[in-house]
């Protein structure tokens, strides 16, 4: 880990160390509100004592983390638009990345203090795209390619659709409990189970399954949220190291056989649909050659992109034997590939079984573009389990007791629990970041409505006007920031 630090200038060095300290930070006050979450109902139903909670529970993060691949990680990153991701070593790149981390924590830092459940994806999401459109302002570029609409669509569908499974979900779930375990002890609250039967934990069965679920819910937590604090670290040490970061120096000679291949591969496939792709692609005529300089993503110029690959990678066992420039110009161009390849997926003119190839040619080009190295992971779990145990009181509070109008029963517990781990799960499979606040609390919420317990209207409305409030606060904030970081660099 140490030695990416060799060879950087004193400037360089302390940019690196503060862009790493501010991941982790957005991470740790990630912890307040996300993890904090996953062991709520576990302390407020008096389950587990509060230190073992969340202990326990950043340890299933840890997994969740180690374990959950990168999929959710590129995921955020792909939000940005391809040209800034061409060019991360850019002061452009680094203010880029300065401005929606401190939009991020500033909005989290804000509603953590006051113990509303606000979500950090929603947070982190927003600023990516205020950053993402005031690029395309500042460069006289169409807002249409400011952003990867396409992924910023689905992410967005993910965000909306998670909160609603899980209200209605829970609530489901909990009249099926009522109508199985009718008198059931898992229907009284923690004050009625102190009160009527004198104890102070859930009944032995009840217990168990909160304790399993909220576990459950931290590990589909890591696996999702903490991958976005990967992704951002990525971001940093692409573009503030990028001669040791921009491939992954652990690639092996058959996964670097296996990009070689995929670009050949990709040649061959365009070749195959000429037809529906010719014009798009510039498949006929004279070759286009690539620019000279500034490397910029053309459709036009595909062909030549494969080839130039091919031609690096051609015999290669190890990224060690380029030269620094080289691995930069070569994931540029795996990154503008892969680009290109989702731009000729939406043009809708190949049938579903052509898509689906297209699909795993991406997978196989960036095999060596889409990693993190271990200690990547490992700081990004810490980070988490260490915010959940300084940050948790605030929105455990909030989510036992301030979303209903009577505290939450161990049946209501059991089934936002359940249900959040299914529904993030899902998400986690098709690699969609989604927000656990969110898909929690809304579980909760439906339980609450099932069991007719009413809601706080106060409560609600004020985590329902936070919710909307995040995405333009954030794209505002991220976006001022970003431009005015650019005018101090002069850029």
Known sequence: MFDLFSGLTLTVGLSLVLALALVLVFEFINGFHDTANAVATVIYTKSMPPHLAVLLSGICNFLGVVLGGVGVAYAIVHLLPVDLLLNLESGRGLAMVFSMLIAAIAWNLGTWYFGIPASSSHALIGAILGVGLANALLTDLPVSVGVNWGKALDIGLALIISPIAGFIGAGLLLLGFKKLFTGSKMHKTPEQRRAIDNKKHPPFWNRLILVLSAMSVSFVHGSNDGQKGIGLIMLVLIGIVPAKFVLD???????????????????????????????????????????????????????????????????????????????????????????????????????????????????????????????????????????????????????????????????????????????????????????????????????????????????????????????????????????????????
């Open 249 to 491: 120096p652990a690639s092996t000679p058959y996964q670097i056989q296996r990009t070689y291949d995929a670009a050949a591969h990709l040649s061959d496939f365009y070749q195959r649909n000429a037809a529906a792709l010719g014009d798009y692609l510039s498949l006929e005529g004279p070759p286009r050659a690539l620019p000279p300089q500034e490397f910029h993503c053309d459709p036009q110029h595909t062909l030549n992109t494969i080839q130039a690959v091919r031609g690096h990678l051609s015999g290669l066992n190890s990224y060690d034997d380029l030269p620094p420039e080289t691995r930069g110009r070569v994931r540029r161009y795996l990154l503008c590939l892969d680009d290109t390849a989702r731009k000729v997926a939406s043009l809708g003119e190949l049938p579903a079984g052509q898509q689906a190839d297209l699909r795993r040619l991406r997978a196989d080009l960036s095999t060596t573009t889409e990693y993190a190295p271990l200690w990547v992971i490992v700081a990004v779990a810490m980070a988490l389990g260490v915010g959940t145990m300084v940050g948790w009181r605030r929105v455990v509070l909030t989510v036992g007791e301030k979303i209903g109008r009577q505290g939450m029963t161990y049946a209501q517990g059991m089934a936002a629990q359940i249900t959040a781990v299914g529904a993030i799960g899902v998400a986690n499979v098709f690699s969609l970041p989604v927000s656990t606040t969110q898909v929690l609390s809304s579980g909760v919420a439906g339980t609450m409505v099932a069991n007719r317990s009413g809601l706080q209207n106060n409560t609600i409305r004020t985590i329902v006007l936070a919710w909307l409030l995040t995405f333009p606060a954030c794209m505002l904030l991220s976006a001022g920031l970003f431009s005015l970081s650019l005018w101090l660099l002069g850029a």
